[in-house]
């Protein structure tokens, strides 16, 4: 079973509109980040949220982080064409080494 | 200057046979990764390596071995290539969990 787990896998708005992704794990993390990838391309880093922190804002993204339920969500607010993307949550496991373990992901489609 | 750069970002091979690709970062970061991304898109971690030393081996076939001659390089040696290894390879590197990866490598066996 995945480390991350995103839902929904895909997502489909209009320009403009907020997006919400959102991201569940199963064991204690360090901490908890999003990327981005487009297609074809490699990922991305968005944002970093560390497990002491709650939320946590850069431009138009928005985290959230609540490690009682083990869940994270990222708001994109004011979605552009360019938004279009797939975005994944990856943590980083508290104990031992670093081991990042990717979601399987959101795909999300930005319609103009 | 590129982060982490992997060569080469195609490789296209026939069934059977042995092919790697390279890695290089210049962050100085402790700990590299190979990941592997399947046709769903599915990024999945292969190995990962502190300093130089294997840390991480995810149940990969031992056809796959990756080799780290210094804390900067992380290559993937591939032997007897199969259909089913068609996939995008990433390499990453970290440091206090926040990793920078490379553009891939789309290989594929035919």
């Known amino acids: 079973s995945q480390q991350g787990e995103e839902d929904p896998q895909a997502l489909s708005i209009q320009e403009g509109e907020n997006a919400t992704m959102n991201c569940s794990y199963k064991?204690?993390?360090?901490?908890l980040q999003w990327y981005r990838q487009n297609s074809g391309r490699g990922l991305v880093h968005l944002i970093l949220?560390?497990?002491?922190?709650r939320e946590k804002h850069s431009g138009r993204l928005r985290v959230t982080l609540d490690t009682s339920k083990k869940s994270s969500s990222l708001l994109i607010t004011a979605s552009r064409a360019a938004d279009t993307a797939s975005y994944f949550c990856a943590t980083d496991a508290r104990g031992g080494y670093q081991k990042v373990t990717f979601g399987i992901g959101t795909k999300l489609q930005v319609i103009p | 200057d590129t982060a982490v750069s992997q060569t080469p970002k195609y490789l296209v091979t026939q069934m059977g046979n042995d092919k790697s690709i390279k890695c290089e970062q210049n962050l100085g970061h402790d700990t590299m990764y190979w990941y592997k991304q399947d046709s769903k898109k599915f990024l999945k971690i292969m190995f990962s390596y502190n300093n130089k030393e294997l840390i991480i081996n995810e149940t990969v076939p031992n056809r796959f071995s990756p080799k780290s001659p210094d804390k900067a390089h992380l290559n993937l040696h591939i032997n007897s290539l199969e259909l089913g290894d068609s996939a995008v390879y990433f390499c990453a590197s970290s440091q206090s969990g926040h990793a920078f990866f490379g553009q891939g490598t789309r290989l594929t066996v035919v």
């Open positions: 064991t204690s993390i360090n901490n």
């Open positions: 949220i560390r497990s002491n922190e």
